[in-house]
């Protein structure tokens, strides 16, 4: 009978920490699950303010971008608008020159029969083509 009794009271003491166990992990769970949420909470929050700052980066850089391209557009075109006047510049003195050059040609056996005043216009006509040709590139380059 002592043996029963101590059979059985040790069967009790058994089942009350089996009991005590379980209401400790059942504690321990909703304490977990408690902050579980919390952090949880906490993680979508800063998710979202992570989110609203990727997208305020977004629209600056868009917007960066978009100001470039419009600053690119305007120097395209004034680099086109100066290589389309030193071409046309360059056009004008090709074709003086040319005229020069059939010019001289044509007058070739002429040329030793020139007077000075016709050698000293042709010498200014030269001296002008040298320093047109220096104003056009230095516009161009300017």
Do not use: C, W
């Amino acid at each position: 009978m002592l043996l029963k009794r101590q059979e059985n009271h040790l069967h009790d003491a058994i089942q009350d920490a089996d009991r005590n166990n379980e209401k400790r992990v059942k504690a321990q769970l909703s304490a977990f699950t408690s902050d579980l949420k919390e952090l949880k909470a906490v993680a979508k929050e800063r998710h979202i303010l992570f989110i609203q700052d990727v997208t305020k980066v977004r629209e600056y850089v868009n917007l960066k971008v978009q100001e470039i391209r419009k600053d690119m557009s305007k120097e395209i075109a004034v680099v086109q608008q100066d290589y389309a006047s030193l071409n046309q510049k360059v056009d004008i003195i090709a074709d003086v020159v040319t005229k020069f050059v059939k010019l001289y040609e044509a007058l070739g056996p002429k040329v030793e029969q020139m007077s000075a005043d016709e050698v000293k216009f042709f010498l200014n006509i030269n001296q002008l083509l040298v320093e047109l040709k220096g104003l056009v590139l230095k516009s161009s380059l300017g």
